[in-house]
């Protein structure tokens, strides 16, 4: 009996010290459940966040990252490339490969800056004109220049038309900022100094209608002035022979190539516009009154003439009477006083 008592306390003392034992063990498996999850979870990340690829409009300067990690550019990513490994907390700027184009227009709903954006510049004899186009230019993609690129201003942020400020990378807001901020001024002054060298009749041909018409036009070199569409053409040629060194020169690099500018429109302050709208309108009618002085001759004319004929030939003026006669007369009495005998109804 002793024995059984004896072997019972032997199992029981067993059993409390395999519960014992297990407690540690179960505070260490979650211990590495949560170290796992701790660390392992932003590692996984890193992991999965080190491969980068490009589509086909973007292309992708990479820069080094982490704690440990200088900032240089790491490498450049062509567009359209697969998954590509670009290193752990690497920074990937992403920039427009394809054309782009940055619009001047007065419809609020289609320029690049919020509102009306017109260019306002002054013509040759003070006038101040708007001009409206679209620059159409593509990022230089070669990957010297590219870095080159990302060095001087994909470092720094640039102030949208909405105040908020942005990398050139962040998407179209950072684009259009950047654009905004260091390519339209460049745009502006081009502008001003091809279209001061015209007089405002020889870009808008109803602006002659507001001047002083004893003053001829002539351009700056004497010549006598061309048609409106020939002196836009050369403002748009000249834009386009001096904006891409201009931009370069801006710039610090051939950072935008295939610059083209297409001149939409040249309007005429509002004014100005009025004035000119007023004396169409004022010759407009100076041609109806000229037109209803013309016809009102052409009608004497044919009278008198009709009138000679008949002195000519007084028969055939009583034939004309005959023909005028409402139709249903059944006696006809010249000379009577009663006039003639109409049908009874």
Known sequence: ??????????????????????????????????????VGGPALSALFGGFERTGGGEIAVVRNGGFFDNNRIRQVIDPGSGRIWIGLYSKVHMYPAQQRFYTITSDARKGEESGVDVVTVPSADGVNMGIEGTLYFTLNLDHAALRSFDDK?????????????????????????????????????????????????????SCALVQNASVPARTSTGAAAQSN??????????????????????????????????????TLPARVQEAVDRAQAAFAQVSE???????????????????????????????????????????????NPNGPLLPKK
């Open 229 to 266: 569409n020939g002196n836009i053409a050369k403002v748009q040629n000249a834009i386009n022979t001096s904006l891409a060194a201009d931009l370069e020169s801006t710039l610090g690099g051939t950072f935008v190539t295939n610059i083209h500018f297409n001149l939409v429109r040249v």
């Open 289 to 335: 009154a000229q037109a209803k002085v013309a016809t009102a001759k052409a009608e004497a004319a044919a009278n008198k003439a009709r009138q000679d004929g008949y002195t000519k030939c007084p028969t055939c003026a009583r034939i004309e009477e005959l023909k005028a006669l409402p139709q249903g007369i059944t006696v006809y009495a010249p000379g």
């Open 153 to 205: 201003y994909g470092t720094r942020k640039f102030r949208s038309a909405g105040g908020d400020t942005y990398h050139p990378w962040d998407g179209d807001a950072g684009w259009s900022a950047f654009l905004d901020q260091v390519v339209r001024p460049v745009i502006d002054n081009d502008l001003r100094g091809q279209v001061n060298s015209f007089r405002c009749a020889e870009l808008v041909s």
């Open 1 to 38: 009996m002793a024995e059984k008592k004896s072997s019972a306390a032997a199992g029981r003392g067993g059993a409390a010290r395999f519960s014992m034992l297990r407690v540690p063990r179960r505070r260490t498996a979650i211990v590495l459940a949560v170290a796992l999850v701790v």
